[in-house]
């Protein structure tokens, strides 16, 4: 094997001032050292990675991975930046950065070393040693194994305790997205701190350098479980009946001793976790009774997580193209839309010829609305892998006319699909070329069929009843579904509903009808009420709300007007009771309202700037005031009430604003 890391693959004077430029200053070392083949590609790949989750962690450590096929040998690049860094970690910048570079099929061997890296990073004297180090060659032996430091213990901890008893038992499970350092570095942190704690800490590793299962007998004996994950617990069947504490992997690195503590009061307690023999595995246990439900709300969570990760990808291109359509139609008018290819036709001095080509770019945006929501539904279910079949089933949702719901179909049957292919056990040699070539290869041809012959036809024919059913809506109908969207954009402000209900009517905007024109009108207005009610609640009484409040409260109005309904966030953060019960019923109105006057939107965003691309505006303004009042003077009432109570009993004083009544009230 070749060598992970050279000096020339070592920096102790990083100049670098942000992440993507320590990664790109790394990264063009390993492109002179001929490991890395295409350095944007590379750069790419590890963005993509860093979206997923920071990689910063505490104690001064970035550790920017990601597999990539840009990447012919694993390989460790490490800058030391005297500044710092900032990663995301919880604790501020970070000046030791490792870059790890790793080819989409990496052999085990490699992926080993790379395990006892992550490990070695969870222990201080290896740190320490790295931040003295003064030549670049002792650093990368050092970094490599070959100079002597204090090893961190492994993870199989004493099975007794000094005076003989029996100590504390955990069984854990760590992993991560890409399965390089994260899955490792919880993996000793836990062992590290069971160790201190006295606890007797057994982790089981489910990353890239393999999966060997916790040995039955290990798991039986055990007191509690932990697991520290990003991607699926493989056979959690097997950890049923014990005290659980379920977290992500950061958690197991940045505080494993709390999550420890955490494992032993569940057990004190004698709270057993609900996992059912469906999530895998086999025994015939059967639980506490609980785990059905359990278990199909985690197929929720997860089911929403998909989704949310295709709309999330997705929002861009609507934002870019729905704003660009909605400009060509302000400059030219709506027929603009039948003008001729401006690649033919276009006049530099002509606002047609400009409309025009605003709307043709902006459509080509929109073009990719699907494919990209099924594209990145399917990456978030099984990762890189699953990209490919996803894009091509988005675009067969298209050609068969399935529109938005063949594209969630066909998303979910790619993850799927590939989640299947990549449960199957291959010859070593043939790892290499499974994420690459066999299984999109593979999952392609398989959904493309599923798409075109079996669910196709069908999903497009309840498209089209959908659309049909929209166009017709009219006097008490479409009055609900207003009520309906504005509850839901209202409810969880910028959460799982509420972009549930924008997905919904973004969707319409790709083939646009007067009904989806109407839902994405009654949607925006909806979504806008929250902060704008807020705003005005700390405006006209002051008194109810803290100086915090009422400095978010004029930021307020302008995220309000701009459609960013996070905006009233913080509000509903600090009490929920009262302000989320208000939005929404100022969303309601809202939404009966925009659907009873028939405005329309052509325009995903924009919020009062696209004022004059909406159908009926001063209505539709109408409908977004009456939904602030309702949902102010209900918000104005309730904190109100809640500071007159402990009035009436004799605590309260006169005037101000005291955060400690809410607790006395509630």
Not at 137 to 151: D, F, K, Q, S, Y
Not at 193 to 214: D, I, M, N, P, Y
Request: hydrophobic share 50%.
């Amino acid at each position: 094997m070749s060598e992970l890391i050279t000096a020339e693959l070592v920096d102790l004077d990083l100049s670098a001032t942000t992440k993507d430029a320590a990664a790109r200053s790394l990264a063009e070392r390993m492109v002179a050292a001929h490991r890395v083949t295409d350095l944007d590609g590379f750069l790419a790949d590890v963005a993509a990675r860093e979206a997923q989750m920071p990689t910063g962690l505490d104690g001064g450590i970035g550790i920017p991975h990601c597999r990539s096929e840009h990447v012919n040998a694993p390989t460790l690049a490490f800058g030391r930046s005297a500044a710092g860094i900032d990663f995301g970690a919880a604790d501020g910048p970070a000046d030791l950065i490792f870059l790890i570079a790793a080819p989409a099929g990496a052999d085990d061997d490699h992926l080993t070393i790379l395990s006892g890296l992550a490990r070695r990073l969870m222990d201080p004297e290896f740190t320490a040693a790295l931040r003295a180090g003064t030549d670049p060659a002792a650093v990368a032996a050092l970094i490599r194994g070959e100079e002597p430091t204090p090893e961190a213990g492994g993870t199989e901890p004493e099975t007794a305790e000094a005076d003989g008893s029996v100590p504390f038992r955990i069984v854990a499970v760590t992993s991560c997205p890409t399965g390089i350092a994260h899955t490792y570095m919880a993996a000793e942190s836990l062992a590290a701190a069971g160790r201190a704690e006295g606890v007797e800490v057994t982790v089981e590793t489910q990353g890239s350098a393999g999966f060997k299962k916790l040995d039955a007998g290990v798991i039986a004996a055990a007191d509690a479980v932990i697991w520290a994950h990003d991607v699926e617990v493989r056979e959690k069947a097997r950890f049923r009946n014990k005290p659980l504490v379920d977290v992500g992997v950061k958690a197991g690195i940045n505080r494993p001793a709390e999550l420890i503590a955490e494992a032993r009061r569940k057990a004190e307690r004698g709270e057993i976790a609900a996992v059912s023999e469906a999530d895998g595995g086999s025994g015939s246990g059967s639980g506490d009774g609980g785990g059905s439900g359990a278990d199909h709300a985690h197929f929720g969570v997860r089911l929403r997580t998909y989704l949310m990760s295709g709309v999330s990808y997705m929002v861009p291109f609507v934002a870019a193209g729905g704003l660009l359509i909605a400009l060509s139609f302000a400059i030219g008018g709506y027929e603009i839309a039948s003008a001729k290819s401006v690649a033919d036709h276009f006049v530099w001095g002509e606002a047609d010829s400009w409309a025009a080509l605003l709307n043709q770019i902006g459509s080509a945006a929109f073009a990719f609305l699907v494919p990209v929501l099924a594209g990145y539904i399917a990456y978030g279910m099984a990762d890189r892998p699953a990209l490919v079949p996803g894009f091509v089933g988005g675009s067969i949702a298209l050609t068969v006319n399935a529109g938005f719901l063949g594209g969630l179909v066909a998303g979910l049957l790619a993850g799927a699909v590939v989640m299947a292919i990549q449960r199957v056990p291959v010859h070593a040699t043939l790892r290499g070329i499974m994420p690459v070539l066999v299984i999109p290869l593979i999952a392609s041809a398989f959904v493309g069929f599923l798409m075109f012959i079996v669910v196709g036809k069908p999903i497009a024919s309840l498209q089209n009843a959908l659309t049909d059913w929209l166009n017709g809506l009219s006097g008490s109908n479409a009055v609900i579904l207003g009520v309906v969207l504005g509850l839901m954009m209202c409810f969880d402000m910028g959460g799982p509903l509420n972009k549930v209900a924008y997905a919904f009517a973004v969707g319409g905007l790709a083939d646009p009808t007067d009904g989806s024109l109407k839902v994405m009108a009654a949607v925006m207005a909806a979504g806008m009420v929250p902060p704008l009610a807020m705003a005005l609640a700390t405006t006209v009484r002051k008194k109810l709300f803290t100086k915090t409040e009422r400095e978010n409260g004029r930021a307020a109005w302008v995220l309000g007007a701009s459609f960013i309904t996070e905006g009233a966030i913080p509000f509903a953060a600090a009490d929920p009771l009262r302000v989320i019960p208000s939005v929404m019923a100022g969303g309601a109105v809202t939404g009966a309202l925009s659907m009873a006057f028939g405005a329309t939107l052509r325009a995903p965003h924009g919020g009062v700037f696209v004022v004059p691309l909406i159908g009926e505006p001063f209505l539709y303004l109408l409908a977004i005031a009456a939904g602030t009042l309702v949902a102010t003077a209900l918000v104005v009432l309730l904190k109100g009430a809640r500071r007159a109570a402990p009035d009436a009993a004799g605590e309260a004083g006169a005037g101000g604003s005291d955060d400690s009544r809410v607790t006395v009230a509630a």
